[in-house]
């Protein structure tokens, strides 16, 4: 499957701002019904939806409040944009001290440590020590090459020391930074629905832009989520039905902007400090976050064949590649599931 769309710059622009998962497509004629609800916020640097099928509505705008409430916690205590975050103090002691940290903080460093070591290396959270680049389109920033070569030492996931007995994390070399954007997400939506179903909330889904999770149906059918097309982002590749599990998707076209001719996006390459080479889009569907968390970004990085050997121990990940090369590689299991 070949596709190779020919779009101008301004148009490039516009589509850089579509979500890499589509559902309002499908979510529109369902809202009209008194007992499905919606309540949107944005968390983490994009917009989070909440839609879910309740017997009230009052309770259900209750339960999307708190799942809300529990999201915006976390995603506060993980921010490295937030002076009084736990990552804010981890980087301020790095290379002096270890630093407490809460039990959800290390539970998602755990799984980025996890991640880094089955990847080795591709998927790297110290990648925040590339602090120089904006990606902001208005705003658009490259570092320069000094820059860096200066930050590159400071890159090297087996620098985070984590020390569950103490519950304390500790980054060996000042100027150290990590960056849980890629690796948090997912648990913080697992957060918000472990609390729509603490209030009997079982028909759910959380969209958090390239990342969604769903549990029970809507209206009787399966939840559905549509793919964008990395190489034509206003196109859809297909939609995925499911009634419980994550979908995660990675694109370069997400958060990217374009200078010289050629675009650069936020998934960075460890190695370099550069956008990554790779793969163009890659989308993960699980029951289990353990298995998918981070792999996106960590495909991007590695290139689609050492992804395929990444993926190769797993067993109920279904993934779709669009690969460096334009083609389109889809898992047995995606391959049966993906509708077009």
């Known amino acids: 499957m070949m596709l190779k769309p020919r779009l101008n710059q301004g148009r490039r622009r516009l589509l850089a701002g579509l979500p890499l998962l589509a559902t309002a497509l499908f979510l ?53 944009y937030r002076i009084d975050s736990e990552v804010s103090a981890l980087h301020l002691a790095a290379g002096l001290q270890p630093v407490v940290i809460a039990p959800e903080t290390m539970h998602a460093l755990k799984m980025a440590r996890h991640m880094s070591e089955r990847s080795q290396g ?95 149906q809507l209206q009787g059918r399966d939840w559905r989520v549509g793919l964008r097309d990395p190489r034509a982002p206003e196109r859809i590749l297909g939609v995925l039905a499911l009634s419980e599990g994550f979908v995660a998707a990675s694109g370069d076209y997400e958060r990217s902007f374009l200078q010289n001719g050629r675009r650069y996006h936020h998934i960075l390459n460890p190695r370099t400090g550069q956008p990554t080479h790779g793969p163009h889009g890659v989308t993960l569907v699980s029951r289990k976050l353990e298995d998918i968390n981070g792999l996106g970004a960590a495909i991007m990085v590695a290139g689609a064949s050492a992804g395929r050997r990444l993926l190769e121990p797993l067993r109920g990940v279904d993934t779709l590649i669009v690969g460096a090369d334009q083609q389109l590689w889809l898992s047995p299991g995606m391959a049966t599931r993906l509708r077009t």
């Open 28 to 80: 529109k004629p369902a809202l009209a019904e008194p007992s499905v609800r919606q309540a949107s916020r944005t968390l983490m640097g994009t917009r989070v939806d909440i839609t879910v099928q309740g017997q009230r509505a009052d309770e259900s705008d209750m339960a999307m409040a708190a799942a809300f409430a529990e999201m915006t916690q976390l995603s506060d205590m993980m921010s490295r």
């Open 122 to 216: 591709a998927f790297d959270i110290t990648v925040g020590a590339f602090n120089g680049w904006n990606f902001d389109p208005a705003q658009a920033v490259i570092p320069d090459a000094a820059e860096i070569a200066r930050e590159l030492p400071l890159v090297n996931y087996r620098d985070l020391v984590l020390d569950e007995k103490s519950a304390t994390a500790y980054l060996r070399r000042r100027g150290m930074r990590v960056d849980l954007g890629g690796i948090a997400k997912l648990p913080i939506l697992q957060a918000g629905m472990a609390v729509l179903k603490r209030h009997d909330i079982n028909n759910a889904m959380i969209n958090g832009g390239g990342d969604v999770l769903v549990n029970g």
